[in-house]
């Protein structure tokens, strides 16, 4: 089958499926397809991958809605792939924009002590690790699934991430390390808040914080010192509704030196502190 009629017919037959969804399946499935210039390229081509193997993945994704990272066990971050499983927070594109801003920023720096709070899947601190080679970097989290696969995903591009199993709001008062670039990306959402069936399918603990969805925010911004170097920067991935809330947290720990940054919809989703 040529790879335009796979498209062509794949959003046909499932008008629930959207073409990002179907473009990440090819991109798993595909040996040579990659990304959405080599998709053009190839369009006209013979398909390289099991056809059979596409439909069952789209069929599990529509039917029981599961996200599609979790059935290929994979996600793509700044051009690598990298392993997932359940019970670890799927990496949004939102925030590989924001690290692809960090590496431009801080491209000609080196030898910097850089700190990713609330690693996750590694997806901030491993690319920051591959990019900043003479930097030491450093991914805090709290549960087990998440550091196994950061780790998992450290050693398959054989990178010296140094991941630390703590739970912030402890961590935070006792430890003595202080960091030139912090990086975050917390839970952030209220836990009033009404999310997909799909995104709930996450890990609970990766979505949901108290106060409001401000809890981390208030507990590191009331501790930057401990962590951050003068002339450090911290940086957080925010929620979209979260600026002006935020802009008290940073009033109330007198720190004044900050700006905010959109993401690529265009929302405030990234605040820098420097101290
Ligand atoms: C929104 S996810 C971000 C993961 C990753 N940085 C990313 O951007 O894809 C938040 C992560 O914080 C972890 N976490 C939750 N509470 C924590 C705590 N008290 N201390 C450290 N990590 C925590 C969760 O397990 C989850 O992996």
């Not at 040996?31 to 990659?34: A, D, N, P």
């Not at 839970?187 to 009033?192: F, G, Q, R, T, V």
């Given at each position: 089958m040529i790879l335009k009629e796979f498209v062509d017919d794949s959003l046909k037959n499932n008008p629930e499926l959207s073409k990002a969804n179907l473009l990440k399946i090819i991109f798993f499935l595909s040996?040579?397809?990659?990304s959405n210039e080599l998709l053009h390229l190839n369009i006209n081509k013979e398909i390289d991958f099991d056809l059979k193997k596409a439909n069952k993945i789209i069929n599990k994704f529509l039917n029981k809605k599961i996200p599609l990272e979790y059935i290929t066990k994979s996600f793509n971050f700044y051009n690598n792939e990298y392993y997932i499983t359940k019970n670890v927070f799927i990496p949004r594109d939102e925030t590989e924009f924001l690290v692809s801003n960090i590496i431009k920023k801080y491209?000609?720096?080196?030898?910097l002590k850089v700190l990713d709070i609330?690693?996750?899947?590694?997806c901030i601190s491993n690319t920051l690790q591959m990019h900043f080679k003479d930097s030491m970097v450093y991914g805090l989290e709290k549960n087990k699934t998440p550091l196994k696969i950061a780790n998992m995903n450290k050693n398959k591009y054989s990178l010296n991430t140094i991941f630390i199993k703590a739970n912030i709001f402890k961590w935070i008062k006792t430890n003595n390390m202080k960091f030139d670039l912090i990086v975050c990306n917390p839970?952030?959402?209220?836990?009033?808040y009404k999310l997909d069936k799909i995104v709930l399918k996450e890990p609970k603990a990766a979505l949901f914080a108290d106060n409001d969805g401000l809890l981390f925010y208030e507990i590191i911004l009331s501790n930057i010192k401990n962590i951050l170097e003068l002339n450090g920067t911290l940086i957080f991935e925010i929620g979209f509704d979260q600026k002006d809330r935020l802009i008290n947290i940073l009033k109330e720990n007198k720190l004044t030196n900050y700006n905010f940054e959109k993401d690529q919809y265009g929302l405030d989703r990234n605040l820098y502190i420097k101290l």
């Open positions: 040996k040579e397809i990659k491209k000609d720096v080196s030898n609330c690693s996750g899947s590694g839970p952030y959402i209220s836990k009033d």
